[in-house]
């Protein structure tokens, strides 16, 4: 049996990532400042990012680690983001060991719309520029310290119960007010990813990391969808139909000048603008045709874990098409 370490258990990614390693068949620990997911399967070692010495020791038994740590949206600047990525790298230094890293679309510029792993980086905004540092010195990690990094780029992602992503905040947080938002034009195409696929892609990497590079760079496809696409699904399982706005960037902008969190949100609206999509020919081939939930299905998974339970049940057919 082979062993995963997941460094922030706790988190959306790191959650379905763990369950994922889980269904498969591998030994899971899960590191966290406390057992707040107590996921089935998975031995909890409570442990601190910021002291490489307690992620070495979560890690002392993993052939593969996950690094599922982030900090909140409003503190990545100052260095501090590449600091606790520095930490990890510093507890994994010489050991030979499999980084798993989940990177995103921050790093490429606003006419860059179709994204392939050998794409050249020319991040827009400070939050792009910080990831592509931080990508630097995976690179700088794998070339000089006995470790092997997989970089596994994603879009924007979602999952049942996966509370403060963009699908979260963005689209479904007035839902018990009868109103569905979209924050961009709803004819623009924008790339998503259903986290549990990518928990099962992880899975795949890992199982095939002694055929790749040192040092490797996937780009997750999963899908690409219209803002109406994506209302129609959702549509489709809610027990009445509801309004559909455009999120309030103006409104938000100004709420920004005293809750950091949502100006950080306003500074990447940018992102819905402009139709990004992955694309790897190499990932491609190693997940296989039909690897992915379908688009509809996956979203009206995520949008039911929105409705209370005795709603579940019905509403999987309110609205489906005859």
Do not use: C
Not at 105 to 132: C, S, V
Request: avoid cysteine.
């Amino acid at each position: 049996m082979q062993t995963i370490t997941i460094l922030g258990i706790n988190g959306r990614i790191g959650q379905e990532v763990a369950k994922a390693f889980v269904a498969a068949d591998w030994r899971v620990i899960g590191m966290g400042r406390g057992n707040r997911a107590k996921l089935k399967g998975v031995e909890f070692i409570e442990g601190d990012a910021n002291y490489p010495e307690q992620t070495r020791r979560a890690v002392a038994e993993a052939d593969v680690v996950f690094n599922g740590l982030n900090l909140p949206y409003d503190k990545w600047d100052k260095g501090r983001a590449e600091a606790i990525l520095m930490n990890v790298l510093e507890a994994l230094k010489g050991s030979g060991k499999t980084l798993l890293f989940p990177g995103n679309i921050y790093n490429f510029g606003e006419k860059q719309h179709l994204l392939m792993p050998d794409t050249p980086q020319r991040p827009a905004r400070d939050k792009g520029r910080i990831r592509q540092r931080m990508e630097a010195k995976l690179a700088q990690a794998a070339a000089q310290d006995n470790l092997q990094v997989i970089i596994l780029r994603l879009a924007d992602f979602f999952a049942p119960g996966a509370e403060g992503s963009n699908f979260d905040l963005m689209i479904m947080s007035r839902l018990k007010s009868g109103i569905l938002q979209y924050p961009g034009e709803l004819s623009m195409g924008h790339s998503w990813a259903y986290l549990p696929d990518v928990g099962r892609a992880m899975v795949k990497i890992a199982k095939v990391r002694n055929t790749l590079p040192t040092f490797e760079i996937l780009h997750y496809q999963g899908h690409f969808a219209t803002g109406e696409q994506l209302i129609k699904a959702i549509q489709i399982v809610l027990p009445k139909r509801v309004k559909v706005k455009k999120v309030p960037m103006g409104l938000l902008k100004i709420f920004g000048w005293f809750v950091p969190v949502l100006r950080e949100v306003v500074i990447m609206s940018y992102l819905w603008d402009i139709p990004h999509q992955l694309r790897d020919p190499k990932l491609k081939a190693l997940l296989g045709e039909g690897f992915d939930t379908p688009f509809e299905e996956a979203v009206q998974k995520t949008a039911l874990s929105y409705l209370p339970q005795e709603q579940r049940g019905t509403a999987k057919t309110r609205h489906s098409p005859a």
